[in-house]
């Protein structure tokens, strides 16, 4: 990100009039924060700002301000199209079908394909949240409490509560400078990443049962059976990948979670000096190094050998389960 990046942002801003953020599917926290964030901010300034996640606002982030006007679908028409949080564009869904190109493309991730006609893509960044609060800083736009709820609520989920190896002194005094606007952190640390409901919980019990550890190598999956004995309504692994990474003497975990559409979603996370997000990418998807995800069509019990196999070769091992 440059200063002539960020004032080509700035002239965009002020010459439109209604405008759209739109994040990706199956939203984290710092899609939902970005999106909310740098959209609340874009109304302050007087502009019409519409919101669109394809799968809605996961019940973990409903209390963020603005989350009740998120829509599905995009209707209308926009002087200036903006995404955020998203390495690609199949990455929103199918939702800009009939709009084309987006015009700002404003994200974190070192593998964004720059798919938009300006492309504000810092990879150091936590967070894509980070780079909204650096553009509000630098073109002076303001940070309201409800803008900062939601930049710190993608701060905390992105970094998994200041866990991640890319925290910085400066990620803490963002954090602090959104405290200092009124953000609450532990309550909005609770609501974003502490609170499960008991159908998650149960779901974890699932995929834990059959757990597999081999050659500091752990994974587990989740199958549609699974998910129906759980009564979990979610199509994500509730976070199981973090709970997997948790484990002592480890190098890189793997979630396989089964879909309704013949599709599997992957989720790997792994220890620093370890890469994910080139595994990730070997099967369309992307990432982080130590964390990256991808969709794979194909039956659980394929997709989960060829990507243990692609792993272990990353790993520099082989072998099989
Ligand atoms: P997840 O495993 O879904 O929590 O995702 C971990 C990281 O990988 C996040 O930064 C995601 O944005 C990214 N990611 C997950 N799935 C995909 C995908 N299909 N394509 C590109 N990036 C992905
Ligand atoms: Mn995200
Ligand atoms: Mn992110």
Known sequence: MNSEQIEDFGSLVS??????VISHIRPDGDAVGSLLGLGLMLEELGKEVNFVLEDG???VFCHLTGADRVSRKVDGIYDLIIVVDSSDIERIGSVLDEYGEPDVNIDHHPTNTHFARLNIVKDDAVATVEIIYDLAL???YPISLPVAEALLTGLLTDSLGF???NTT???LRIAADLMEKGANMQELYRKAMLEKSFEAVRYWGQGLS????????V???LNLEDRRIAEYSGRDDADLVNVLSRIRDTDICVVFV???DGTVKVSWRSQPGFDVASIATQFGGGGHKPAAGAEIRGDLERVQEEVLEATRKSMGRSGKS
Do not use: F, G, H
Request: net charge positive; no cysteine; glycine share 0%.
């Open 169 to 171: 002194p400066r990620t």
């Open 138 to 140: 630098t073109l002076s």
């Open 163 to 165: 866990r991640t190896s």
């Open 15 to 20: 010459r439109a009039e209604r405008l759209l």
């Open 219 to 221: 994974w587990t999956s």
């Open 57 to 59: 606002v996961p019940l």
């Open 258 to 260: 089964e879909q309704t």
């Open 210 to 217: 059959r757990i597999k550890l081999q050659d500091r190598l």
